[in-house]
């Protein structure tokens, strides 16, 4: 479906608006950090938590654990795994 801008509903607008402004206050975060302007330390720590599995919850064996990381972190390494997946499979490393 192709749509216009002039097309979205005042809801969509401000849904676009929320995004644009999130978009660049973790742009900013990110630059700063990559400037050496900030060191989030919370970056270098995660969360160990247990998840159930199914099945008798009482045995240790029907859990895993799960790390849970800042969603700032994921964003940035996700920004540059993707960077840097098509050049990891240009020279045949991946």
Known sequence: MVW????L???EESANDDA???ASVIHE???DFWDSKLDFESWKRGTVAPVPKTGDLSNPNK???VC???T?????ASILARRINPVIRYHGLG
């Open 63 to 65: 859990w895993r654990p």
């Open 68 to 70: 849970l990381l800042e």
């Open 4 to 7: 216009r801008e002039d097309d």
């Open 9 to 11: 509903t005042e809801e």
């Open 29 to 31: 975060l990110l630059l």
């Open 20 to 22: 644009d402004f999130l």
């Open 72 to 76: 700032s972190y994921k964003v940035l």
